[in-house]
């Protein structure tokens, strides 16, 4: 049997009739677009994390999208960021005609390296977009003072992190607003796109609302600054409703797979996964770094083990970028040609864990 880097079938197998069920109540519900499933997912995400608003959108590459319009980030505006992420991040930037501005990330935890920030803002630069990459948060305390000092705002794209915590503050919770991305693989995930933003400034919450009805108020059918179709699918708002509740289990499934990987390939000469000082860590990804990359693929594709690269081109190396100039980014550069993802989702079965242990120490 095959092992995939993801899988949603084992948690469908085990979650079908509620699954099912949650399908059943859209249809029956007589509103298929913005009904009582999208304002109950809304409610509950906010609650989950403590915020005033969330507002559900069609993706989390529009999450982030209609955040930084909401915020205000727009033509020319530089917003800073990092290179190791995923696509979606700048290009979301780019789209608002915002120029996206890059920062190294830590050798270590491969997040953003907060103390690069500081000499990167210009008198152009309106938003900070930190990365809570892998499941883990970026240290988050230098970012507030500098956005406090500099009047910037500070969006979190937290499309790998649900649920994750720093000192205690849960991912989203920190900045002005959060984008989340429900795409399948992530933490929380949809069965299909969907995305939400989470701010609590009634303002910006007022301005996404609008953004993501062509422009309009729901109520008042007058566009007054034009906005997109960017809505959360009802049926998909259902299921993460019930999706939600199950959360907490969730990360502790990968929590658990992350424990054995970490016990058993400790001594292997395989780079682990380092958690920041502070950081409750969801495990989205679970990202090793080796040398031998390429050779270590290989022979676990051989014995029917997919891995997988996260992320193998830098963003700011990418054609579509190159007009930036950015970088060299060194530390983003290294890491791109040595790090790699083993399989990791709640419901892997130990079996297939066991395999993929045994296959890397083997290989090693
Ligand atoms: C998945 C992801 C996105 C984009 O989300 P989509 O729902 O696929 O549009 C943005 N940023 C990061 C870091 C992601 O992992």
Same mark, same amino acid.
């Given at each position: 049997?095959?092992?995939?880097?993801?899988?949603?079938?084992?948690?469908?197998?085990?979650?079908?009739?509620?699954?099912?069920?949650?399908?059943?109540?859209?249809?029956?519900?007589?509103?298929?677009?913005?009904?009582?499933?999208?304002?109950?997912?809304?409610?509950?995400?906010?609650?989950?994390?403590?915020?005033?608003?969330?507002?559900?959108?069609?993706?989390?590459?529009?999450?982030?999208?209609?955040?930084?319009?909401?915020?205000?980030?727009?033509?020319?505006?530089?917003?800073?960021?990092?290179?190791?992420?995923?696509?979606?991040?700048?290009?979301?930037?780019?789209?608002?005609?915002?120029?996206?501005?890059?920062?190294?990330?830590?050798?270590?935890?491969?997040?953003?390296?907060?103390?690069?920030?500081?000499?990167?803002?210009?008198?152009?630069?309106?938003?900070?977009?930190?990365?809570?990459?892998?499941?883990?948060? @970026?240290?988050? &305390?230098? %970012?507030?003072?500098?956005?406090? #000092?500099?009047?910037?705002? =500070?969006?979190?794209?937290? $499309?790998? !992190?649900?649920?994750?915590?720093?000192?205690?503050?849960?991912?989203?919770?920190?900045?002005?607003?959060?984008?989340?991305?429900?795409?399948?693989?992530?933490?929380?995930?949809?069965?299909?796109?969907?995305?939400?933003?989470?701010?609590?400034?009634?303002?910006?919450?007022?301005?996404?609302?609008?953004?993501?009805?062509?422009?309009?108020?729901?109520?008042?059918?007058?566009?007054?600054?034009?906005?997109?179709?960017?809505?959360?699918?009802? @049926?998909?708002? &259902?299921? %993460?409703?019930?999706?939600?509740? #199950?959360?907490?289990?969730? =990360?502790?499934?990968?929590? $658990?797979? !992350?424990?054995?990987?970490?016990?058993?390939?400790?001594?292997?000469?395989?780079?682990?996964?380092?958690?920041?000082?502070?950081?409750?860590?969801?495990?989205?990804?679970?990202?090793?770094?080796?040398?031998?990359?390429?050779?270590?693929?290989?022979?676990?594709?051989?014995?029917?083990?997919?891995?997988?690269?996260?992320?193998?081109?830098?963003?700011?190396?990418?054609?579509?970028?190159?007009?930036?100039?950015?970088?060299?980014?060194?530390?983003?550069?290294?890491?791109?040609?040595?790090?790699?993802?083993?399989?990791?989702?709640?419901?892997?079965?130990?079996?297939?864990?066991?395999?993929?242990?045994?296959?890397?120490?083997?290989?090693?």
């Amino acid at each position: 049997m095959p092992i995939r880097v993801w899988d949603y079938l084992p948690e469908y197998d085990n979650e079908r009739k509620d699954l099912l069920d949650a399908v059943e109540t859209v249809f029956r519900s007589g509103q298929l677009v913005l009904g009582a499933s999208v304002r109950s997912f809304e409610a509950e995400f906010a609650a989950f994390h403590g915020a005033r608003h969330a507002v559900g959108v069609d993706n989390g590459t529009n999450a982030i999208k209609l955040a930084l319009q909401a915020l205000g980030v727009g033509p020319g505006d530089e917003v800073i960021t990092v290179s190791n992420t995923a696509a979606p991040t700048v290009v979301a930037i780019d789209a608002v005609g915002a120029v996206p501005v890059f920062v190294d990330v830590d050798p270590a935890t491969y997040l953003m390296d907060t103390a690069q920030v500081e000499p990167a803002i210009t008198d152009r630069t309106r938003c900070l977009l930190p990365v809570h990459l892998y499941g883990q948060c @970026v240290p988050m &305390e230098p %970012l507030e003072l500098l956005a406090e #000092r500099h009047g910037l705002a =500070i969006l979190e794209d937290c $499309a790998q !992190a649900h649920g994750a915590r720093r000192h205690g503050r849960v991912a989203g919770s920190i900045g002005r607003a959060a984008a989340f991305s429900f795409y399948p693989t992530k933490v929380l995930g949809a069965y299909g796109d969907g995305g939400a933003v989470l701010t609590s400034d009634d303002e910006v919450a007022r301005s996404l609302r609008r953004l993501r009805y062509y422009g309009m108020e729901e109520a008042y059918y007058v566009v007054e600054t034009p906005g997109h179709n960017s809505r959360l699918d009802e @049926v998909q708002a &259902e299921i %993460l409703r019930r999706k939600l509740q #199950r959360l907490d289990g969730y =990360i502790d499934g990968r929590r $658990a797979v !992350a424990a054995r990987y970490a016990e058993a390939l400790a001594g292997t000469g395989l780079i682990l996964p380092v958690t920041a000082e502070g950081n409750e860590h969801v495990y989205y990804l679970y990202v090793v770094r080796h040398p031998r990359r390429e050779e270590i693929i290989e022979a676990l594709a051989a014995r029917d083990i997919q891995l997988n690269v996260s992320y193998r081109w830098p963003v700011h190396t990418m054609s579509g970028f190159a007009h930036l100039g950015a970088g060299p980014l060194p530390v983003t550069e290294e890491l791109a040609g040595q790090i790699f993802s083993l399989p990791m989702y709640p419901s892997l079965p130990l079996h297939a864990q066991e395999r993929v242990i045994t296959a890397l120490r083997e290989v090693l």
